[in-house]
């Protein structure tokens, strides 16, 4: 059993930074993704990143430009530094892994943008 946690979301103004973090309760090198998603309300679950064990990473529309994906092994987190945020990133952001055969989501972290 692999247990996410995501912390880092808040209130931002338009324009401004939040890094959220994904702490992982096993080796992350061990899974064979890592990806970062998040929900509107009223819209469907969206891909934003993809950290493959293959190496690299595979962004999605809302990440490419302003978002960077990176990982710290030695902590077993994954992070999402995003910028230049607009009130259309409000979401609840989730991070998945996929770990042996199964994948796992963690209870995801609120980020709202004011404009």
């Known amino acids: 059993q692999v247990q996410l946690v995501e912390s880092g979301g808040g209130l931002a103004q338009a324009g401004g930074s939040l890094r959220l973090s994904c702490v992982a309760s096993t080796n992350i090198p061990s899974f064979r993704a890592m990806s970062w998603y998040r929900q509107a309300p009223g819209k469907q679950r969206e891909l934003g990143a993809v950290?493959?064990?293959?190496?690299?990473?595979n962004d999605a529309d809302f990440v490419q430009g302003r978002f960077i994906i990176s990982r710290d092994n030695a902590k077993n987190t994954m992070y999402l530094k995003m910028s230049s945020l607009k009130p259309e990133d409000t979401a609840v952001y989730y991070c998945?892994?996929?770990?042996?055969?199964?994948?796992?989501w963690g209870q995801g972290t609120q980020v709202t943008v004011s404009s």
């Open positions: 998945s892994a996929t770990y042996q055969s199964a994948t796992y």
């Open positions: 950290w493959s064990s293959g190496g690299g990473t």
